[in-house]
T-cell receptor, first 113, second 113 residues
Framework: DTAVSQTPKYLVTQMGNDKSIKCEQN?????MYWYKQDSKKFLKIMFS???????INETVPNRFSPKSPDKAHLNLHINSLELGDSAVYFC????????????FGQGTRLTVV | AQSVTQLGSHVSVSEGALVLLRCNYS??????LFWYVQYPNQGLQLLLK??????LVKGINGFEAEFKKSETSFHLTKPSAHMSDAAEYFC???????????FGTGTKLQVIP
C-alpha cells in the first residue's frame, strides 16, 4: 500500500545506454514531480506534471524525457546516459499544483559506469 | 529569486540534548516553508510546514519550528534528541506557487549515545 512507489530502487548501467525509471502514486493526486539529488545531497526539481500536462520543466538536458500516461504515473526516460547523470532520482506527488505538501517515493539510485 | 541556506552541514548532539537546526531563507513574496527528514536510503518525509497563521509550527516526532519574518529564519528544534532522530534534514521554500520548491543543502544530524 505504498503511496508513491518507484522502480527500480537501484540501477547500474553503462554510459551511452538508455534507461527508464517508473513512478506510480495511489493517493489520487493530480500533480507529480521528478527531483534529482546529487552526491552532495542537493535536491533540485526537474519536471512537474499536472493531470498529464507538463507544468514545470527546469533546465534539464533533452536526453531526459518524462512521460505521464495517466495522472497516477510519471515515468522518466533517459537517453545516452552520461557519468554526470549518476544521482538519486525521487518521484513525488501532491494533491494538486497549488498544494504545498509533496509525498516522496523512496528514490532510485542511478549509477552510470 | 528564492533561496534557502542551512547553516551547518553536520550537527552532533548528545541523546537527550536540545536539537537546533538552522534555516534562513530569501524570498520576495510571503513564503511557504517546510522541513523534511530523510532517513538513510529513504525518500523525504514532511516533518512540518508553515503556510500562514501561527508562526510556531508543531510537527511529527516532537519537532517544531518558528517562522521569524524579521530574521528570515525557520529554525527547527526538538527539546530532547533521540537516537532515532539521526537523519538528514532539509529546509525547503516555496514562494513561486506551483510547487516550485527550493531545497536547502541539508543538515546531517548525528545523535551521540
Amino acid at each position: 500500500d505504498t503511496a508513491v512507489s518507484q522502480t527500480p530502487k537501484y540501477l547500474v548501467t553503462q554510459m551511452g545506454n538508455d534507461k527508464s525509471i517508473k513512478c506510480e502514486q495511489n493517493l489520487g493526486h493530480d500533480t507529480m514531480y521528478w527531483y534529482k539529488q546529487d552526491s552532495k545531497k542537493f535536491l533540485k526539481i526537474m519536471f512537474s506534471y499536472n493531470n498529464k500536462e507538463l507544468i514545470i520543466n527546469e533546465t534539464v538536458p533533452n536526453r531526459f524525457s518524462p512521460k505521464s500516461p495517466d495522472k497516477a504515473h510519471l515515468n522518466l526516460h533517459i537517453n545516452s546516459l552520461e557519468l554526470g547523470d549518476s544521482a538519486v532520482y525521487f518521484c513525488a506527488s501532491s494533491l494538486n499544483r497549488l498544494e504545498t505538501e509533496a509525498f516522496f517515493g523512496q528514490g532510485t539510485r542511478l549509477t552510470v559506469v | 529569486a528564492q533561496s534557502v541556506t542551512q547553516l551547518g552541514s553536520h550537527v552532533s548532539v548528545s541523546e537527550g540534548a536540545l536539537v537546533l537546526l538552522r534555516c534562513n531563507y530569501s524570498s520576495s513574496v510571503p513564503p511557504y516553508l517546510f522541513w523534511y527528514v530523510q532517513y538513510p536510503n529513504q525518500g523525504l518525509q514532511l516533518l512540518l510546514k508553515y503556510t500562514t497563521g501561527a508562526t510556531l509550527v508543531k510537527g511529527i516526532n516532537g519537532f517544531e519550528a518558528e517562522f521569524k519574518k524579521s530574521e528570515t529564519s525557520f529554525h527547527l528544534t526538538k527539546p530532547s534528541a533521540h537516537m532515532s532522530d539521526a537523519a538528514e534534514y532539509f529546509c525547503a521554500l516555496n514562494s513561486g506557487g506551483y510547487q516550485k520548491v527550493t531545497f536547502g543543502t541539508g543538515t546531517k544530524l548525528q545523535v551521540i549515545p
